[in-house]
């Protein structure tokens, strides 16, 4: 049975090298600018009620605009 090609097709579609991700800034005192974390928001459409979706930066979804700077 051969290989399937599809296997592997959205390592490279991760919500850290999408356009529409926006990572969530930690900051651990007011005078400090902040660290990236892990957790962002998707900003692929309008917010809901609860604002945007909270999505992590090893996510993926069919809406994935690549990002080059973020690559």
């Keep these: 049975m051969p290989d399937d090609n599809w296997k592997h ?9 999408c356009v ?5 800034m930690i900051r651990s005192g007011k005078k400090s600018k902040g660290v990236e974390s892990a ?7 309008a917010p809901t009620m609860k604002g945007y979706p909270a999505v992590f930066e090893t996510d993926w979804c069919g809406n994935h605009k690549l990002d080059e700077n973020k690559i």
């Design 9 to 17: 097709r959205s390592e490279g579609m991760r919500c850290m090298t």
């Design 20 to 24: 529409f991700y926006v990572p969530k």
């Design 39 to 45: 957790l962002g928001r998707c900003r692929a459409n």
